[in-house]
């Protein structure tokens, strides 16, 4: 059941709290908006950015975390705006040896609340089309998002909070080291392929991440937005398969 502030913030009446402007710099504590006056200043929307990590010294130090403590990091994440709004980031979910990595936009209300992405509505999709191809998110798939912390009202995330969470995304893909990579919705393929291109034009074709295959789908939201997609998805990872099992056939044997 959701909690009362939960409901607050879906129905935007909760606090609001922004930074204080050169005029109010004088003043101790956050800045109150008019519909914030009386509340409690515990709300995720107060907690303020601290100062800027070094962007090559954050990579670096992101591409040398093992799992607990990347885990641990994007939890404590404040290297975008995003992080003022989440209840829970949203680090991934799955087979950390997966075979199958699906990377999908950013979390929902659902995944905010819970901790894990892919819990929806759209999450039940996914899960019924991996079923359809005999797997699931708990053996060989693992899932995650192209960002870790839910943007307000579902919005895309923007450019600049892609690129802040990219180097998150680039550590989970060398620690998973997977076979396939799934890319679900634009967002994901734009990020991975660095290509703004449709994904009506993405779908169908072989792509590659690095050395890693890549296949490019529609988000499971979107499907439930439009229901006669879902055969050309279904067309999708059927391809998907396919590339996985050439993959893994012209994979050398182990000695």
């Known amino acids: 059941m959701a909690t009362r502030d939960e409901i607050l913030r879906e129905l935007k009446l909760a606090p609001e709290w922004r930074l204080r402007s050169d005029a ?12 914030a006056r009386g509340a409690s200043p515990a709300s995720p929307s107060s907690r303020p950015i601290v100062a800027a990590e070094d ?3 954050r990579r670096e130090r992101i591409a ?9 990091d994007v939890a404590s994440c404040t290297a975008c705006g995003l992080c003022r709004s989440r209840n829970r980031a949203v680090p991934g979910v ?42 699931g998110r708990d053996a060989n798939v693992y899932i995650a998002n192209v960002v870790k912390c839910r ?19 680039e550590r989970q893909i060398a620690l998973i080291r997977p076979k396939l990579i799934v890319a679900l919705g634009k967002s994901a393929a734009s990020l991975l392929l660095g290509s703004d291109a449709t994904i009506a034009s993405l779908r169908g074709r072989r792509h590659r991440y690095g050395e890693t295959p890549l296949v490019v789908t529609y988000h499971p939201a979107y499907l439930l937005r439009s229901l006669p997609d879902k055969a050309k998805a279904w067309e999708d990872l059927v391809f998907a398969r396919s590339m996985a099992s050439s993959v893994a056939s012209a994979d050398p044997p182990v000695a």
Do not use: H, I
Not at 24 to 35: F, L, R
Not at 151 to 168: F, G, I, S, V
């Open 24 to 35: 109010t710099a004088g003043q101790d504590g956050p800045v109150e908006t008019a519909s």
């Open 55 to 57: 962007p090559v010294a």
């Open 64 to 72: 040398a975390l093992d799992w607990d403590a990347f885990e641990a």
């Open 94 to 135: 799955g087979d950390r040896r997966a075979e199958w990595l699906f990377v999908g936009e950013g979390p929902g209300a659902e995944e905010d609340a819970k901790g894990e992405p892919f819990v929806g509505q759209a999450g039940k999709l996914l899960d019924s089309m991996l079923a359809a191809l005999g797997m």
């Open 151 to 169: 943007p307000p009202n579902n919005r895309t995330p923007e450019p600049a909070e892609a690129e802040a969470c990219r180097p998150y995304l």
